[in-house]
């Protein structure tokens, strides 16, 4: 009953350091997303993911790359990390790009602070 | 391209008393619509959600939403609201092909 898990939960970057968060879902879920929570500004879309080994821009890609080599997958990576990526990181995966029935399902979060 | 707005930031309410979040949207064509709570330290779940019929979606913890098209708005209800209700609530809205695109959320504050 795991869902969509979110490693880590917790990490402090210093600024031009880089790293990969990593999403895992269990439900065999086609859609996979990254999601960007700020105060005020609500959840904005990073990237996203049709498919195993497809990758599309969302509303604010710019600083990050993604990877979708396995289904269950979704990697984000920052390259070099900026105090303006000081957010809360959410993945969330879907059947369908318009979330059906079930909507998304979304994981716990990652707290990145970048100092 | 769609939207939501969310107008209140921020609502207070008394243990007991109803709810009301508001919610509207932009869209083209016959939208889905779906509200989401998220507890403080965690992620969003599922409340409920609109996709075609019955105008009034009744959704988990005794929440409901009512589909208008000529306001374009799906409010969020709740007839007695708990003290375990203190969260934000985003409202998003898609299309068939569409990804979710989510409101700025309402942070829901509960006196007892």
């Known amino acids: 009953n795991a869902g969509v898990t979110q490693t880590p939960k917790f990490r402090v970057l210093k600024t031009g350091q880089s790293m990969t968060l990593l999403c895992a879902q269990d439900?065999?879920?086609?859609?996979m997303y990254w999601y960007r929570q700020d105060p005020g500004m609500g959840l904005r879309l990073i990237h996203y993911?049709?498919?195993?080994?497809?990758?599309a821009k969302g509303e604010v890609p710019d600083g990050y790359n993604v990877s979708r080599l396995k289904k269950q997958n979704f990697l984000l990576g920052l390259e070099s990390a900026a105090p303006s990526q000081t957010s809360v990181y959410f993945c969330?995966?879907?059947?369908?790009?318009?979330?059906?029935?079930?909507?998304?399902?979304f994981g716990s979060g990652t707290r990145l602070t970048v100092v | 391209a769609q939207s939501v707005t969310q107008p209140d930031i921020h609502i207070t309410v008394s243990e007991g008393a109803s709810l009301e979040l508001r919610c509207n949207y932009s869209?083209?064509?016959?939208?889905?619509l779906f509200w989401y709570v998220q507890s403080p330290g965690q992620g969003l779940q599922l409340l409920l959600k609109y996709f075609s019929g019955d105008t009034l979606v009744q959704g988990i913890k005794g929440f409901e939403a009512e589909f208008k098209r000529s306001q374009s708005s799906f409010n969020l209800r709740k007839p007695s609201v708990h003290w375990s209700d203190a969260a934000e609530y985003f409202c998003a809205v898609t299309g068939t092909a569409s990804k979710l695109t989510f409101g700025t959320g309402t942070r829901l504050q509960v006196t007892l």
């Open positions: 969330a995966s879907s059947y369908s790009i318009a979330g059906g029935a079930d909507g998304y399902t």
């Open positions: 869209y083209g064509a016959t939208p889905y």
């Open positions: 439900m065999n879920h086609e859609y």
């Open positions: 993911s049709v498919g195993e080994g497809t990758t």
